[in-house]
């Protein structure tokens, strides 16, 4: 089991009041898996990914288990968490402009990683950095290292992220809404490009989003959230026949319908 | 390119505007300009009044008139002051120096302390140090000038004798002693400013999402701080401290009067005091074409220290 | 950008906040009592001057100690009390009115009135601090009136700039379009429409502004431009007490001083509260 959290819980101090966002979620992901957290906005599912990688300084309280690959994340040491962050896992974020330094040009942005964390020279980093930009389908990327993120569209921007994501072999990917901001023929292009990460490297995914039709139409597993707690937990491709929960139901039928892909 | 260009442009413009005001403020005096200028009645003798009609010009148009002493103040003439008789340059470039060695002083005082304080502050931010720090610079922050600089005095001058109690010393070393509760005045008022600015510029880039990104790598936090951190945050922290360097200009008139120091900030003060125009004037000029010059700079060089402004810039 | 779902907290900066608040503005108070009521309770006259207890210190005759010329300190800080903040505040009402009315006129009619005012502006911001002032001393003499005339004529375009950034942004919104297409004037428009819609932000911003009013009217006395003798306003008590600290004799310049000091803490303490409140609510 690549990430398993057990009973998470997290309260923020809000007015010197303890307010709790997350109550009690259980989820896991296992290796070769593409799994699915969804929900509306504020349920909690960009809280329970950050606080699996501990991004949430002391004005955090947290409780319960979050394992990553098999380290014990709540209440391990800083270097532990980095190891961590390091080697086993990657974040893509939502918005690839924001993620990434604009003073910086690109290239050093991804070596960063590279160089600094995990000790490579820098022309072995831009190398696979170059090779990896072009896997994910970006024209000349001996030229693109060099630019600056505001010279890239959005859409190349997230392969950029993507790329970047996957040049420290994690074993496990977690993506907060990282197709969100795209428009629909890139986002599926993306979710190719997961696809295809996950069963060529054996990868595991968590893929955050709050169109429930995309994730019935690529994931593997889904988890709805609500308000903080899993309130149901389904599996393809019986998305819409078992879907029990009145919540669940209730997305569903507000979903919009963009094109008939849960079929596929 | 045009961006500078118009910059520069509006700039010129005002300044000649300014310096028009500085000029004509005579006309604005009740009275006419030659009564104003005489000032006291002590010594209205025919020698006298020829004297100031010839160097103010006043029998010709009043542009005309500008344009002799806008001319001349441009080859490096200001007139003769009406005290002195001696030419105003010469006055001015004697008491400069000793103005430029405080606000240098001043200005090193705020970047060390100002800027190492809103570091912490961010660093340590929402707890005790930054509350501290916030609290206690707007506290110095609201503290007058001269008040500030007096009570200074009164416990390290004269009290525990550290340092002279008026004063600017004669070169070296004892120039640097004697400038040192001056400049911590000058430096102090602004430190609210600067510090706040500089803990709100790096909490924007630790709240940031490329911070955010950078910290899941596993990278460690005090490359965090020094190369995505500070990087993005420097470039507002530069432009307020250039901004409030150059308002310093102007603090330096109260301060350099409450310690007795013979800069061109107690000069204006003197100058007003004995009625002596010529020299007002060109001490006047002076500030604001420094205090311009300074934020034009900053103002043209925007772009290449603030990436977002920089990215809008490109966007348009 | 994803939105985070919880922000993260933005902690109540002082615990005992609201105590500092009251404390501020029991303080204010006080001090607006001994504005209104200092010259009738003060023991001694302004300037009654006893050459026989000159730079005398804290005693059952003199609370505060006297001064050079054997003034009584705390009656002359007493009476100076009124003459401190009613000068600072007939500044303030006066750069308002003269702001407010440039700014809304500069927003509402545009064009080459908007341009001639924001060049006027930016002439006179390219004078830096109290230059400006100076310059409108410098000619027209020292005075404490020449004084609040001269900053309230250098405030106004602070003011002016912020109140027609105000402006522009409420008159953008559709209810102006509205008054427009019932026939009204501009004038009233701006009347009964932008002016009162816009005063919430702006009275936050000119309670925040008081305390640097205080300060430059306070320096321009004490450089000898504002009050004159025998004036026993603030700050040229601290100007004339001054000379008197190489001989030991601290209170009669550092008393003025901190009362000056303390006071633009409280308005400032005061002030961000209140900015706070009206924003919140605007």
């Known amino acids: 089991m690549l990430m398993e959290i057990r009973d998470l819980r997290l309260s923020f101090e809000r007015d010197g009041e303890p307010v709790e966002i997350l109550h009690g979620v259980d989820l896991e992901v296992a290796a070769g898996e593409l799994v699915g957290l969804v929900g509306e906005s504020g349920s909690g599912k960009s809280t329970t990914v950050r606080a699996a990688l501990r991004l949430y300084g002391d004005e955090a309280a947290l409780d319960g288990s979050i394992r990553i690959d098999g380290t014990e994340m709540i209440g391990a040491g800083a270097d532990a968490v980095r190891g961590v962050r390091a080697e086993r896992v990657a974040l893509v974020q939502q918005d690839p402009r924001a993620a990434l330094n604009p003073v910086r040009r690109i290239g050093d942005s991804l070596a960063e990683r590279l160089t600094r964390v995990h000790g490579w020279t820098r022309q072995r980093a831009l190398a696979r950095i170059v090779e990896l930009l072009g896997s994910v389908g970006i024209s000349q990327p001996e030229y693109r290292v060099r630019q600056y993120p505001h010279e890239l569209s959005g859409g190349m921007l997230q392969r950029v992220v993507i790329a970047a994501a996957l040049s420290t072999d994690p074993k496990l990917i977690l993506a907060d809404e990282a197709t969100s901001a795209l428009d629909v023929t890139t986002q599926a292009e993306v979710l190719a490009i997961f696809q295809r990460q996950i069963r060529e490297r054996g990868l595991g995914m968590l893929l955050i989003t709050h169109d429930l039709h995309l994730a019935a139409a690529t994931c593997d597993r889904i988890y709805v959230l609500r308000e903080g707690e899993v309130v149901e937990t389904l599996a393809r491709p019986g998305l819409f026949s078992e879907a029990t929960h009145p919540y669940t139901r209730t997305l569903i039928e507000t979903a919009p319908v963009m094109i008939r892909r849960a079929e596929g | ?316 | 950008m994803t939105v985070l779902l919880a922000p993260r907290p933005r902690t109540r900066k002082k615990r005992g906040g609201s105590w500092g608040f009251r404390i501020a503005a029991g303080f204010l108070v006080l001090v607006a009592a001994a504005s209104a009521v200092g010259p009738a309770v003060a023991p001694y006259a302004l300037d009654e001057i006893d050459f026989a207890a000159i730079w005398s210190g804290p005693s059952a005759a003199h609370l505060l100690g006297t001064d050079q010329l054997g003034r009584d300190l705390f009656s002359r800080l007493l009476i100076g009390a009124g003459e401190t903040l009613v000068g600072a505040v007939i500044l303030l009402v006066l750069a308002t009115v003269l702001g407010v009315a440039v700014g809304v006129l500069a927003a509402w009619r545009g064009g080459w009135l908007d341009a001639v005012l924001a060049r006027i502006t930016d002439v006179m911001f390219a004078f830096p601090g109290l230059l400006f002032v100076v310059l409108v001393i410098a000619v027209f003499g020292k005075g404490k009136w020449t004084a609040v005339v001269a900053l309230s004529l250098a405030y106004a375009p602070v003011i002016a700039k912020y109140t027609r950034s105000l402006a522009l942004s409420e008159i953008a919104r559709p209810y102006i379009d509205a008054y427009r297409a019932q026939g009204l004037g501009g004038l009233t428009i701006c009347l009964r429409g932008v002016i009162p819609n816009l005063l919430p932000a702006l009275v936050g911003y000119l309670v925040v502004l008081f305390g640097g009013v205080l300060m430059s009217l306070a320096t321009l006395s004490y450089l000898g431009f504002g009050a004159q003798p025998p004036s026993s306003e603030w700050g040229l008590m601290v100007q004339e007490g001054q000379p008197g600290i190489v001989q030991g004799h601290f209170l009669p310049t550092l008393v003025p001083g901190a009362a000056i000091a303390m006071v633009v803490v409280a308005v400032n303490i005061v002030g961000v509260r209140i900015a706070d409140r009206l924003q919140a609510r605007g």
């Open chain 2, 1 to 316: 390119m045009i961006r500078v260009i118009r910059r520069l442009g509006g700039m010129l413009l005002t300044l000649v505007i300014a310096s028009f005001v500085i000029f004509s403020a005579m006309y604005a005096a009740p009275g006419d300009p030659m009564t104003f200028l005489i000032g006291s009645t002590e010594d209205v003798t025919p020698e006298r009044i020829a004297a100031v009609r010839a160097q103010y010009h006043l029998d010709e148009p009043l542009l005309g008139q500008y344009w002799h002493w806008a001319s001349g103040v441009l080859a490096g003439d200001f007139g003769e002051s009406f005290k002195y008789h001696q030419p105003v340059s010469m006055i001015l470039a004697s008491r400069t120096p000793v103005t430029l060695a405080l606000v240098a002083y001043a200005a090193v005082l705020l970047c060390i302390f100002g800027i190492g304080l809103g570091i912490i502050a961010a660093v340590r931010r929402r707890r005790a140090a930054d509350t501290v720090i916030v609290g206690g610079t707007t506290l110095a922050g609201s503290i007058p000038e001269f008040v500030l600089g007096i009570a200074l005095v009164a416990v390290f001058a004269v009290q525990l004798q550290w340092f002279p109690v008026a004063g600017a010393g004669s070169g070296g070393l004892e120039r640097l002693h004697a400038l040192t509760l001056p400049a911590i005045t000058l430096s102090l008022a602004s430190l609210a400013t600067i510090s706040r600015v500089t803990r709100q510029a790096m909490v924007e880039q630790f709240d940031s999402e490329h911070v955010e990104a950078a910290r899941a790598t596993g990278l460690r936090e005090r490359y965090i701080v020094r190369d995505h951190v500070l990087r993005g945050a420097w470039g507002p922290i530069i432009t307020m401290f250039a901004l409030v360097t150059a308002s310093m200009i102007a603090g330096t008139v109260a301060v350099e009067t409450v310690f007795g120091i013979s800069g061109i900030g107690s000069l204006l003060v003197e100058a007003i005091n004995t009625h002596d125009f010529p020299l007002v004037q060109a001490v006047m000029l002076f500030m604001v074409v420094a205090y311009m010059l300074v934020t034009t700079i900053v103002d043209v060089a925007l772009p290449f220290l603030d990436p977002r402004i920089a990215e809008q810039a490109v966007s348009s």
